[in-house]
């Protein structure tokens, strides 16, 4: 088969098997992407970069191997774009930043490694709002990455460029990475799936750190069977990264198909409170009656706390941003300010007109903060805070298997609508913060859309290190309604 439009429709494991079974090679699938971005990337903006001759190089090395009985798996020969912020030797690595704009990566990052064990091919770098910080992708230097169902509006953030790039099939898989809800809050407003794994489930060695007791890397594709099979890939204790947890991986892949029964599914009475929009409650219910059919159960549960998720997660992110940033300081390998005259010049001039609007608030807000006098009024308070949050979870999982909640308060809003009030854009993460404050697993699955034909996402929330549960959960779901299948036009 060489028709590229045949190729770019179908999802990761249809890629794989179609390669396994001869009926088209890497090289044809690398070759049918690259056309698809070439035709629709300018457009919807997904890519800051791609290197055409390095995937196709890779692409006949997975030809290569086959040919000789040496496929490294499932993976192998199939593109994975990757968010700017992950680490590929030799490759520049923005963070949709200013301040990064001439850097290349020195090294792989373990995710990166990882792939290239499996065989896949390292594609481009997507975009994000600077070094993560955003949920609208609004906040990159280079330009914002539009919604492929409507150019007119916002992919959300800050993986905006992983979740457009899939949704617009210019790429059949992609990582991203989740502080506060930046993989499954863009993964909803794209309509595709995307996980946050577990904290310490995958290596954030080689990732730009945002805040790093937050961050993880995870998949985007089409459906929750290619992201386990991703995850799967990504997955494991790395030396590298301290915080890796040194725990097995098991195969999600293979539990996907094993029903969890009796399974019951919490429903927490402060996520379905205002603020909610009419057609993302309406999906949502129609989820909750679809779980009912099939047998779950569903309560409803309380997680107290999880009301002031999004003010302690704005101190302690903010508080480790600021920490994580000061290596950009125009010495090392930032872009070095013109106008310096003297050494405190460098640091201050070179971060003042390499950082966007939204990063100095971050770092300034973090500063402040972490400041003596302050320390305890905050930064102590929230990390208090965060462990009731824990604890209510807790408390929760004591009761039921899974938590079921929207992704996003929205559908993907207008450029501009709310970029005026960063207030206004830190609740849009209300329902995915609480997650990273407690260290566990979340995924978004498409579930429908609204009268304007934009996507809506649900969430669903595991135990810790339980993703094979969450997944089949998700899974059972999502191979009989597929919305993730459904492809805008472009
Ligand atoms: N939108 C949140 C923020 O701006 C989360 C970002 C993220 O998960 N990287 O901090």
């Given at each position: 088969?060489?028709?590229?439009?045949?190729?770019?429709?179908?999802?990761?494991?249809?890629?794989?098997?179609?390669?396994?079974?001869?009926?088209?090679?890497?090289?044809?699938?690398?070759?049918?992407?690259?056309?698809?971005?070439?035709?629709?990337?300018?457009?919807v903006?997904?890519?800051?970069?791609?290197?055409?001759?390095d995937?196709?190089?890779?692409?006949?090395?997975s030809?290569?191997?086959?040919?000789?009985?040496?496929?490294?798996?499932?993976?192998?020969?199939?593109?994975?774009?990757?968010?700017?912020?992950?680490?590929?030797?030799?490759q520049?690595?923005?963070?949709?930043?200013?301040?990064?704009?001439?850097?290349?990566?020195?090294?792989?990052?373990?995710?990166?490694?990882?792939?290239?064990?499996?065989?896949?091919?390292?594609?481009?770098?997507?975009?994000?709002?600077?070094?993560a910080?955003?949920?609208?992708t609004?906040?990159?230097?280079?330009?914002?990455?539009?919604?492929?169902?409507?150019?007119?509006?916002?992919?959300?953030?800050?993986?905006?460029?992983?979740a457009?790039?899939?949704?617009?099939?210019?790429?059949?898989?992609?990582?991203?990475?989740?502080?506060?809800?930046?993989?499954?809050?863009?993964?909803?407003?794209?309509?595709?799936?995307?996980?946050?794994?577990?904290?310490?489930?995958?290596?954030?060695?080689?990732?730009?750190?945002?805040?790093?007791?937050?961050?993880?890397?995870g998949?985007f594709?089409?459906?929750?069977e290619?992201a386990?099979?991703?995850?799967e890939?990504?997955?494991g204790?790395?030396?590298?990264?301290?915080?890796?947890?040194?725990?097995?991986?098991?195969?999600?892949?293979?539990?996907?198909?094993?029903?969890?029964?009796?399974?019951?599914?919490?429903?927490?009475?402060?996520?379905?409170?205002?603020?909610?929009?009419?057609?993302?409650?309406?999906?949502?219910?129609?989820?909750?009656?679809?779980?009912r059919?099939?047998?779950?159960?569903?309560?409803?549960?309380?997680?107290?706390?999880?009301?002031?998720?999004?003010?302690?997660?704005?101190?302690?992110?903010?508080?480790e941003?600021?920490?994580?940033?000061?290596?950009?300081?125009?010495?090392?390998?930032?872009?070095?300010?013109?106008?310096?005259?003297?050494?405190?010049?460098?640091y201050?001039?070179?971060?003042?007109?390499?950082?966007?609007?939204?990063?100095?608030r971050?770092?300034?807000?973090?500063?402040?903060?972490?400041s003596?006098?302050?320390?305890?009024?905050?930064?102590?308070?929230?990390?208090?805070?965060?462990?009731?949050?824990?604890?209510?979870?807790?408390?929760?999982?004591?009761?039921?298997?899974?938590?079921?909640?929207?992704?996003s308060?929205?559908?993907?809003?207008?450029?501009?609508?709310?970029?005026?009030?960063?207030?206004?854009?830190?609740?849009?993460?209300?329902?995915?913060?609480?997650?990273?404050?407690?260290?566990?697993?979340?995924?978004?699955?498409?579930?429908?859309?609204?009268?304007?034909?934009?996507?809506?996402?649900?969430?669903?929330?595991?135990?810790?290190?339980?993703e094979?549960?969450?997944?089949?959960?998700?899974?059972?779901?999502?191979?009989?309604?597929?919305?993730?299948?459904?492809?805008?036009?472009?």
């Amino acid at each position: 088969m060489s028709d590229h439009s045949e190729i770019f429709s179908l999802t990761g494991s249809e890629i794989s098997h179609g390669i396994d079974n001869g009926i088209f090679s890497s090289q044809e699938v690398t070759l049918a992407y690259l056309s698809r971005i070439r035709e629709v990337d300018e457009k919807v903006h997904a890519f800051l970069s791609y290197d055409e001759d390095d995937m196709l190089r890779q692409a006949k090395l997975s030809d290569q191997r086959r040919a000789s009985g040496k496929s490294l798996g499932p993976l192998d020969g199939v593109p994975v774009g990757l968010k700017d912020v992950i680490s590929v030797k030799g490759q520049p690595l923005t963070a949709a930043s200013k301040i990064l704009k001439d850097y290349r990566s020195p090294y792989d990052a373990t995710v990166t490694v990882k792939l290239r064990s499996a065989g896949a091919v390292v594609g481009g770098r997507l975009n994000l709002d600077e070094f993560a910080m955003g949920s609208s992708t609004e906040n990159s230097a280079y330009g914002p990455t539009c919604n492929p169902w409507d150019l007119n509006r916002v992919p959300g953030g800050s993986s905006g460029g992983s979740a457009a790039a899939v949704a617009a099939r210019e790429t059949p898989f992609t990582l991203g990475s989740d502080t506060g809800g930046s993989i499954r809050q863009p993964a909803s407003l794209c309509g595709v799936v995307g996980m946050k794994p577990t904290y310490g489930r995958v290596s954030r060695y080689g990732l730009a750190a945002f805040a790093s007791s937050l961050d993880q890397i995870g998949p985007f594709a089409q459906t929750v069977e290619d992201a386990a099979h991703l995850l799967e890939i990504i997955s494991g204790h790395d030396p590298l990264d301290s915080t890796s947890y040194p725990t097995d991986v098991s195969s999600f892949s293979k539990i996907l198909n094993e029903p969890i029964k009796p399974c019951k599914l919490g429903l927490p009475k402060e996520f379905f409170g205002p603020g909610m929009d009419d057609e993302v409650r309406k999906s949502i219910d129609e989820v909750i009656q679809w779980y009912r059919q099939k047998g779950y159960e569903l309560v409803e549960i309380s997680l107290p706390t999880t009301e002031l998720s999004v003010p302690v997660y704005y101190v302690i992110a903010t508080a480790e941003a600021s920490s994580n940033l000061a290596r950009y300081d125009g010495i090392r390998y930032t872009t070095r300010s013109e106008k310096a005259e003297n050494a405190i010049d460098v640091y201050a001039k070179s971060r003042g007109e390499g950082f966007g609007q939204e990063v100095k608030r971050r770092c300034i807000l973090g500063a402040y903060g972490l400041s003596s006098g302050y320390y305890d009024a905050y930064y102590l308070r929230a990390q208090k805070t965060r462990t009731l949050i824990r604890d209510d979870f807790d408390k929760a999982f004591a009761q039921v298997d899974a938590i079921l909640t929207p992704t996003s308060p929205t559908p993907a809003f207008k450029f501009g609508e709310k970029s005026e009030d960063p207030i206004s854009m830190y609740l849009s993460d209300i329902y995915t913060i609480s997650t990273n404050l407690a260290g566990l697993p979340g995924i978004s699955v498409p579930c429908g859309f609204t009268e304007n034909g934009l996507p809506v996402g649900m969430q669903l929330i595991g135990q810790a290190f339980e993703e094979g549960k969450l997944l089949s959960i998700a899974h059972d779901y999502d191979r009989e309604l597929q919305f993730g299948r459904k492809q805008p036009n472009l």
